[in-house]
């Protein structure tokens, strides 16, 4: 099943940066500096604009990381594989100024250990929306700051705690959560 994920994802970025020239073509890849903030998730993101005014957007977030809490040396996680696809308009022009942004998300997780050794794990699917403002530092460097918000299903389990297993609760359910908090650097091709 991850091998099929990781085609689909492979498959998209290949019919995304495979299209022909067009005059209004410009490339971009950038990281959310805060993303990295959350526990070292690693991230970036890939866009093609294609007109004056939209980009096409392909995302992926990666987090294989666990810590240990301070004084009890319990395990913290925020592990999280996540991939979206997406559109982006821009009222000015690409890269410059305001952009609103919808995506479709896949995210596989497993959290817990913040506030009880409680840990959740399962797989994310919805769409989302995001408003932000890009302001161009260089002909080939902007910064970038946004939020956002996605909703869709969640198909979870519950542990009672991460090294024991014993179930608590599973099933599905929908959601609405925060999907970005950005402050992000890109480089403009």
Not at 136 to 152: D, I, K, R, T, Y
Request: hydrophobic fraction near 40%; aromatic fraction near 16%.
């Amino acid at each position: 099943m991850a091998n099929n994920r990781i085609r689909i994802i492979v498959s998209a970025f290949i019919l995304l940066f495979s299209t022909a020239k067009l005059p209004a073509q410009e490339y971009s890849v950038a990281t959310n500096l805060l993303g990295w903030a959350n526990m070292g998730t690693m991230n970036v993101e890939a866009s093609y604009g294609f007109a004056r005014r939209w980009t096409a957007v392909a995302g992926v977030r990666y987090n294989p990381f666990t810590f240990q809490r301070p004084k009890t040396g319990e395990p913290m996680r925020n592990r999280q594989q996540s991939y979206s696809l997406g559109l982006g308009f821009w009222p000015w022009h690409i890269h410059s100024g305001w952009w609103l942004s919808g995506k479709i998300r896949y995210q596989e997780y497993n959290i817990g250990g913040f506030r009880s050794p409680e840990t959740r794990e399962g797989d994310r699917i919805g769409a989302g929306l995001s408003i932000g403002y890009s302001y161009m530092l260089s002909e080939h460097f902007n910064v970038g700051a946004g939020a956002g918000v996605w909703a869709g299903y969640d198909f979870f389990t519950r542990y009672t705690c991460p090294r024991c297993g014993r179930i608590i609760d599973s099933g599905k359910e929908s959601f609405i959560l925060p999907d970005d908090f950005i402050l992000s650097i890109a480089y403009v091709f």
